[in-house]
C-alpha cells in the first residue's frame, strides 16, 4: 500500500514538473482565416467573377415575375388562347432559372470549399512551423472554454501567415 501511495506522489511531482515546461498555445481558426488579405482577396475575386451570373439570373426572375403578371392580367381579360403558350413558356423559364441557379450556387460553394481548403493547408502548414520554431508542445485550435490572452497566438499565426505572403 505504501508503494502505491508512493508511486502516486512521485507522478503527481513528474506530472506537476513537466507540466511547469509543457507551452501550450490555442488558435481562433475562424479569426485566423477571416482575417488573412489573401482570404479576403480570394472571396473578392469569386464575388466578382460570379456576379455576371448572378445578374444574369436576377433578370431572369425579373422576367418569369413579369410573365406571371402578364398571365394573371390574360387570365382577369378572359384571352385562353394566349393563356396556356404563356403558362408553357414560365414553366420552361421557371425550370431553366432553378437549373441554373443550381448549378451556379454548386459552382460557387466548388469554389470556396477548394478556396477554404487552399487557406488551411497554409494554416496548418503555418501553425506546424510555428509551433516548431517557438517550442510550442501543444496548440489547440477548437472547443475550449477558456483561452487566457497568454495562451491565444492567434494573432501571432496571422502575422506569421501575412508576412509570408508577401515574400509569395
Known amino acids: 500500500m505504501m508503494r502505491v501511495i508512493t508511486f502516486i506522489f512521485l507522478c503527481c511531482i513528474y506530472f506537476t514538473a513537466s507540466a511547469e515546461n509543457t507551452k501550450i ?14 482570404y479576403q482577396q480570394s472571396i473578392d475575386r469569386l464575388s466578382r467573377e460570379f456576379e455576371p451570373k448572378k445578374q444574369e ?34 414553366s420552361n423559364l421557371e425550370e ?8 451556379w450556387q454548386k459552382s460557387m460553394n466548388n469554389r470556396k470549399i477548394n478556396l477554404l481548403n487552399e487557406i488551411e493547408i497554409l494554416v496548418n502548414k503555418t501553425i506546424n512551423d510555428f509551433a516548431l520554431e517557438e ?4 496548440i489547440l485550435y477548437k472547443d475550449v472554454a477558456f483561452v487566457s490572452d497568454e495562451v491565444d497566438i492567434t494573432q501571432k499565426i496571422i502575422d506569421k501567415i501575412e508576412k509570408q505572403s508577401q515574400w509569395h
Open 96 to 103: 431553366s432559372f432553378k437549373e441554373e441557379t443550381e448549378f
Open 135 to 138: 517550442g510550442y508542445d501543444l
Open 25 to 38: 498555445g490555442f488558435i481562433n481558426s475562424n479569426q485566423v482565416v477571416t482575417s488573412l488579405t489573401q
Open 57 to 90: 439570373l436576377l433578370a431572369l426572375f425579373k422576367h418569369i415575375e413579369l410573365l406571371r403578371n402578364n398571365i394573371s392580367s390574360n387570365i382577369k381579360a378572359n384571352k385562353k388562347n394566349s393563356i396556356e403558350l404563356e403558362q408553357t413558356k414560365l
